[in-house]
């Protein structure tokens, strides 16, 4: 039986779409700035969405701590809680295709920093020793300062 040689043009099409989808998937729509950053190219929109989760996050930092510095535990966890695991998954509708953009390394990194918080929020709520809470706060704000160093965010100027 004799292949078509459009059998194997349509098999090589097929493997290049396939290579293209993961590339994307892999890195995201982004590249390097001009200050050695990966930057991600993000619609205004997008953008405005991830820097408004970002701000919700320091401003959950800022409640811990208030809340720690209060002896007003409640206050800490439900700060924590509100922008863990719960958070991500009421946002999933806008999302999607932002994490489309994303590459996973900052995916990665982002979901573990929501993840961080609810474990935060259980240590607080467990009254756990403040030193061990501190800790655990310490290595949540690293993935903040590594993001910020690592990335940025940029608007997309593609026309579409």
């Known amino acids: 039986m004799k292949k078509s040689p459009l059998a194997k043009i ?12 993961g590339y994307f998937l892999y890195f995201g729509n ?3 700035s001009l200050d050695t950053r990966t930057a991600i190219h993000l619609t205004p ?3 405005q969405l991830v820097l408004t989760e970002m ?13 720690l510095g209060e002896k007003d535990y409640e206050k800490a966890a439900k700060s ?7 958070l991500v998954a009421s946002l999933e509708h806008q999302e999607k295709t932002i994490l489309l953009k994303l ?18 929020a259980s240590k607080i709520r467990k009254k ?5 809470i501190l800790k655990e706060m310490d290595d949540l704000t690293k993935n903040c300062v590594a993001c910020h160093a690592g990335y940025k965010i940029e608007i997309d100027t593609e026309k579409k």
């Open 55 to 67: 701000r919700a996050l320091l401003e959950a930092v800022n409640g811990m701590l208030a809340g």
């Open 103 to 120: 590459p996973v390394s900052f995916k990665k990194m982002g979901f573990g920093t929501h993840e961080k918080f609810d474990l935060i």
């Open 30 to 32: 982004t590249s390097t």
């Open 128 to 132: 756990e020793e403040i030193h061990n």
């Open 45 to 47: 929109a997008e953008r």
């Open 10 to 21: 349509a098999i090589l099409l097929w493997f290049v779409t396939i290579a293209t989808i």
């Open 80 to 86: 924590a809680e509100a922008v863990g695991m719960g």
